[in-house]
């Protein structure tokens, strides 16, 4: 089981920011634009995608906190989704890697 405030603390040192209120992925190349998210409500933690046309989210996963677990190896937590977006962990890596060049400027 994981906590509201785990997965947060986990996304964050993951390539997640916060932005507009949720935890956030942005495009590789437009680092501005939000492209997934994870909607950390009181008991539940949604992942959404954005739509390619429009403004419109879709939640592709959501589960209770309860059902969360943290991957033995550090990757993304089991129970969640993640696995249902299959460039995941390179979105992750990437947004991970401009964050880190960011802070090198």
Partial sequence: MMTQEELSAWALQN???????????TKPRAHKEVIVRLVLKATVANLEVKKLAGNKWEKIAGAPYSAIEPDSEDGPPRGLGFESVPSFTM???ANKDAQTFAKMK
């Fill in 15 to 25: 390539g997640w920011q916060m932005i507009g209120g949720h935890l956030s992925l």
């Fill in 91 to 93: 979105l992750m890596q």
